[in-house]
Antibody, heavy 120, light 110 residues
Framework: EVQLVESGGGLIQPGGSLRLSCAASGFSVSSNYMSWVRQAPGKGLEWVSVIYSGGSTYYADSVKGRFTISRDNSKNTLYLQMNSLRGEDTAVYYC??????????????WGQGTLVTVSS | QSALTQPPSASGSPGQSVTISCTGTSGDVGGYNYVSWYQQHPGKAPKLMIYEVTKRPSGVPDRFSGSKSGSTASLTVSGLQAEDEADYYCSSYADSNSVVFGAGTKLTVL
């Protein structure tokens, strides 16, 4: 059974850093296209970043240069390093696995989400 | 990476049909067939309802259907049921290896 479990969220001051984790089971993170998608309170969904099975990474303009997506194949875990955090980064962050074995931005598997609150 | 345009709300009575539109550009909806629709109930993760414009994942009722014309995609829910009341989001693969979402439509079953 495919499972994704996020952790690492919490309250952080503006300008601070936080690292989110997404532990996967039932499949290999390294063989799939893995993304982070976020949702600000009461707002819609926003794609944040993707890491290809080959290791290439892409980011939304809103986080480019501040966030870094990575994975640890030995731990079968996806990460999102978030630096220079701003109030507008406050959101529930979901990790998700692409439906296909290529990058399509279609997600059938989602974690339960972890809340990041950026506030002083 | 501009958001796709969805109506903020839609409604229908049980048994009726409702259609939600999702308008983009040639750089997303109009240029690719990787258009998806997600259902989200309060406090829950999104659930994939339609992918590749018209396809339904296993377990999704055939009351849900998708279509696309030009740069506008649509989700139709037929035979509305109380449990269909939720937020619905469209998304599309887009230029520059990105994905864009719509702002969401709140579907109310009257």
């Amino acid at each position: 059974e495919v499972q994704l479990v996020e952790s690492g969220g919490g309250l952080i001051q503006p300008g601070g850093s936080l690292r989110l984790s997404c532990a996967a089971s039932g499949f290999s993170v390294s063989s799939n296209y893995m993304s982070w998608v976020r949702q600000a309170p009461g707002k819609g969904l926003e794609w944040v970043s993707v890491i290809y099975s080959g290791g290439s990474t892409y980011y939304a303009d809103s986080v480019k240069g501040r966030f870094t997506i990575s994975r640890d194949n030995s731990k079968n875990t996806l990460y999102l390093q978030m630096n220079s955090l701003r109030g507008e980064d406050t959101a529930v962050y979901y990790c998700a696995r692409d439906f296909y074995d290529f990058w399509s931005g279609t997600w059938a598997y989602w974690g339960q989400g972890t809340l990041v609150t950026v506030s002083s | 990476q501009s958001a796709l345009t969805q109506p903020p709300s839609a409604s229908g009575s049980p048994g009726q049909s409702v259609t939600i539109s999702c308008t983009g550009t040639s750089g997303d909806v109009g240029g690719y067939n990787y258009v998806s629709w997600y259902q989200q109930h309060p406090g829950k993760a999104p659930k994939l309802m339609i992918y590749e414009v018209t396809k339904r994942p296993s377990g999704v009722p055939d009351r849900f259907s998708g279509s696309k014309s030009g740069s506008t995609a649509s989700l139709t829910v037929s035979g509305l049921q109380a449990e269909d009341e939720a937020d619905y989001y469209c998304s599309s693969y887009a230029d520059s290896n990105s994905v864009v979402f719509g702002a969401g439509t709140k579907l109310t079953v009257l």
